[in-house]
């Protein structure tokens, strides 16, 4: 298997020295299991590195390049015994296309690497720096999802004796929950550093997309999702997927104002590097001098999560930052976790993806002049709002036809201006930092480029577990990001 970096002139200072494929240690007998429409939406990798400079003197005089990638494979051998779909491979149906996942033990990939870079040479490990594109396997893509694995991993070791554990799992198999399961088991399963205890045991994972599935959706009333003619229809429905719902607005506004939206292709390639990723730090004291600032008359513990509070000042900072006109509709959509929101409840170890978006819309002008307070109470009723019917009405609509295109958009499907729209992503409930490969916390766990970089990710901060690190991208000028850094930065 070829070495990709190595046809890279910049990457030339990593030297990848071996890549293997990983098999479960148990083969599994094969079979087809069938995804939902949520794990369809994002076939893609999705990358982060783990920094371990922080090991002590010991450890490191203790292991070599060899040691630790043996035990890694070894680990990650154990591991896909019970999480064998990320052995297996993607597979459309031949019936309708629509992607499955073959559980084919065809493995997982390994590689081993090093660099005489140190890790104290790349600067704060918050801040995304190109670099750290080096420290993920990347197998050559055709555009076939069949021959892409599902997992893949680079160990590389720094000039200093640190390491990184650069990681990609495909978004069809895994969500961020099941991803931050799925690497505490393989850490654990790995002892690196003699004498390492065992964590306590964990749930058997559940692989099965049960009542996910679009077949078991069909006793929903397709009549309440399919996409509505003109705004006005959206009235009077019992219940509707609103975020996919705003979408479309946000299209058909677009295409109004001949302004052109961006094309869904999925698996495609992607102007990302035109886009400038920014990591803000907010301290837990940052954060509670924001919620005092805008709610002074509140005594004790606020009723408001740090999420929501967050969230509604990052919208307005950002709709101001791109100086969006008064009568525009903007939109914030973020992710919620509907594990317990199905009837039945999803298992709590379930590995599919398991988050529909909630959406909010309103004018520009309505979100400027609105005060936190109320874009919070906006927020908590559109996370309310996620319950079972939302859910079959969210999975129906990503089984339907795209809406029909205006001719301004080309007839192709396409994702609205993203200066109108708002995603935020919550990982402050998966712990990355807590991925103990070494026995010892990384120093960072940093995620790479994503295929929508302007998603915002609110991650917790490793050196505070009271502040929050904020990682967004802007695929705009210096002008929209000092904007937003003065409007988002600012508690006065």
Excluded at 61 to 86: A, H, M, R
Aim: aromatic share 8%; charged share 20%; glycine share 6%.
């Amino acid at each position: 298997m070829a070495a990709p970096h190595d046809n890279d002139p910049r990457s030339n200072i990593v030297s990848i020295s071996r890549v293997v494929s990983v098999h479960p240690k148990l083969v599994q007998p094969q079979r087809v299991l069938t995804l939902s429409n949520l794990d369809r939406q994002c076939p893609n990798l999705m990358h982060l590195v783990f920094f371990y400079n922080n090991l002590s003197h010991q450890t490191l005089k203790d292991l070599s390049l060899n040691s630790v990638f043996s035990k890694l494979k070894s680990g990650l051998e154990e591991t896909l015994t019970l999480w064998y779909p990320g052995a297996g491979r993607l597979r459309p149906n031949q019936s309708d296309g629509k992607l499955n996942l073959w559980c084919n033990n065809h493995g997982a990939v390994l590689a081993e690497a090093e660099t005489s870079i140190k890790i104290s040479q790349l600067g704060n490990l918050s801040e995304y720096n190109e670099f750290f594109e080096n420290l993920v396997y990347k197998p050559a893509f055709d555009g076939n999802f069949s021959n892409m694995p599902l997992i893949v991993a680079q160990v590389t070791k720094f000039g200093c004796g640190g390491y990184s554990i650069g990681i990609g799992t495909s978004h069809s198999l895994f969500d961020g929950p099941a991803t931050y399961e799925f690497l505490s088991a393989w850490a654990s399963n790995s002892e690196i550093v003699k004498g390492r205890s065992r964590s306590e045991e964990v749930p058997k994972p559940v692989h099965e997309r049960g009542i996910l599935l679009s077949g078991a959706l069909n006793q929903a009333s397709r009549g309440t999702i399919n996409f509505p003619s003109n705004s006005s229809s959206l009235s009077g429905m019992k219940t509707r997927a609103m975020a996919i719902d705003h979408l479309y607005q946000l299209i058909m506004q677009a295409a109004a104002s001949g302004q052109k939206g961006f094309p869904m292709q999925i698996g495609g390639a992607s102007n990302q590097k035109k886009c400038v990723l920014k990591t803000y730090h907010l301290s837990g004291a940052m954060i509670e001098d924001l919620k005092r600032k805008h709610f002074p008359m509140r005594r004790g513990s606020l009723p408001f999560s740090t999420f929501e509070v967050l969230a509604a000042h990052l919208w307005k900072a950002r709709t101001k930052a791109f100086q969006a006109t008064k009568e525009k509709l903007v939109c914030l959509q973020f992710a919620v976790d509907i594990r317990a929101k199905t009837s039945p409840p999803l298992p709590k170890p379930f590995t599919g993806n398991a988050y529909v978006l909630a959406s909010i819309m309103m004018p520009a002008s309505e979100l400027e002049h609105s005060s936190h307070e109320v874009i919070i109470e906006r927020i908590r009723e559109a996370k309310n709002s996620v319950n079972n019917d939302y859910v079959k009405a969210y999975v129906e609509a990503l089984d339907s036809p795209p809406p029909p295109q205006p001719p301004q958009q080309g007839g192709n499907h396409s994702l609205p201006p993203l200066n109108d729209l708002t995603v935020v992503s919550d990982w402050t409930r998966m712990p990355f930092h807590n991925v103990t490969f070494f026995r010892a916390k990384p120093t960072y766990a940093c995620p790479l480029r994503t295929p929508m970089p302007q998603v915002a990710y609110f991650m917790q901060s490793p050196l505070d577990d009271s502040a929050v690190d904020v990682r967004i991208g802007f695929h705009a000028g210096n002008d929209v990001v000092s904007a937003f850094t003065r409007c988002f930065l600012s508690v006065q």
